[in-house]
């Protein structure tokens, strides 16, 4: 799907206007150029490389802007908090010149936020890690045992992320909410925390099988509310399943979006490289045609 130069200066206007800001240069650079300012990274877990340095150099092989990294699970400790493997991510990045965009602390999925305390120390902890290794957002999953299914599990959360808030302020990291509940719940969290440091953690595959509009909700949404995207439709490959993944690329770019959009697709004939450039490419050549 090709849009007109002109209604992506329409877009980037509005964008502006409504921000009270004027464009800024390295945004009309990509203007000229016909591509949106969108980064495109991947997950070390799809990538088949989780918690492991491994993952920076594959994702550069394959032609990722950037890799989100697992901090992984620990019992007193949790693994990425280890200095010398901080310092190792560090140094595999500034080698392959790939940025580490975020970082996921998927013990979440063991320690729910919404019940365990334990899952507090986590977060705080997964903070300074995220600084260390240069990444700006941490995701934090609400599936399974996790996920958000009443006001008062939303609001326990909420009540939560505004105490620890200011610390993410400080480190200026943002603490992003990937879960299965809908963009106005989210946004009602987000309401009660009351801090830029706490947005939400868009993954259209997940809206999806929830049942969700996901084109209305990333424009009701907008770039002020989400850090990160993941960008699937499993089992498929992007464009064979049924989320129509240019119109998605379309409501990324109507909201002025200019962060990191990840794939979290699924390997259909099990080669992670093969498959993965695949979905590449292709999420490449619609922003290429924008």
């Known amino acids: 799907m090709a849009f007109s130069r002109r209604h992506i200066l329409k877009w980037a206007v509005a964008g502006t206007v409504a921000s009270g800001l004027a464009p800024k240069a390295s945004f009309l650079e990509c203007l000229r150029a016909k591509s949106l300012p969108i980064k495109l990274g991947v997950t070390d877990w799809n990538l088949k490389q989780e918690c492991k340095l491994e993952a920076v150099g594959l994702a550069k092989k394959i032609g990722f802007d950037g890799v989100e990294i697992s901090i992984g699970k620990g019992t007193a400790k949790l693994p990425l908090s280890n ?25 979440l999925h063991r320690n729910v936020l919404k019940s365990d305390r334990l899952a507090q120390r986590w977060v705080a902890d997964s903070i300074p890690i995220t600084k260390n290794v240069g990444a700006k957002v941490i995701l934090l999953p609400f599936f399974g045992k996790g996920a958000l299914k009443t006001r008062q599990e939303m609001d326990y959360v909420a009540d939560y992320l505004k105490e620890i808030a200011p610390e993410a302020e400080k480190t200026k990291v943002i603490l992003g909410l990937e879960n299965t509940i809908s963009a106005e719940d989210n946004v009602r ?85 093969a498959d993965m450039a695949t979905n590449l490419k292709y999420l490449r050549d619609l922003v290429a045609k924008i």
């Not at 493997?85 to 392959?96: E, F, G, I, N, P």
């Not at 064979?240 to 379309?250: D, H, M, R, S």
């Open 189 to 273: 969290i987000l309401d009660r925390v009351k801090s830029k440091a706490v947005l939400v953690y868009y993954d259209i595959g997940n809206s999806t099988q929830g049942g969700f509009d996901i084109l209305k909700e990333i424009r009701w949404l907008g770039k002020e509310r989400i850090c990160e995207f993941h960008i699937k439709d499993n089992p498929n490959f992007l464009g064979k399943g049924p989320i129509n993944i240019p119109a998605v690329v379309e409501a990324i770019a109507q909201i002025g979006f200019s962060g990191w959009a990840h794939l979290e697709t699924d390997c259909p004939t099990g080669s992670v490289e």
């Open 83 to 107: 200095p010398d493997l901080q310092h190792q991510y560090v140094a595999a990045s500034k080698k392959d010149n790939l940025p580490i965009a975020s970082t996921c602390l998927e013990i």
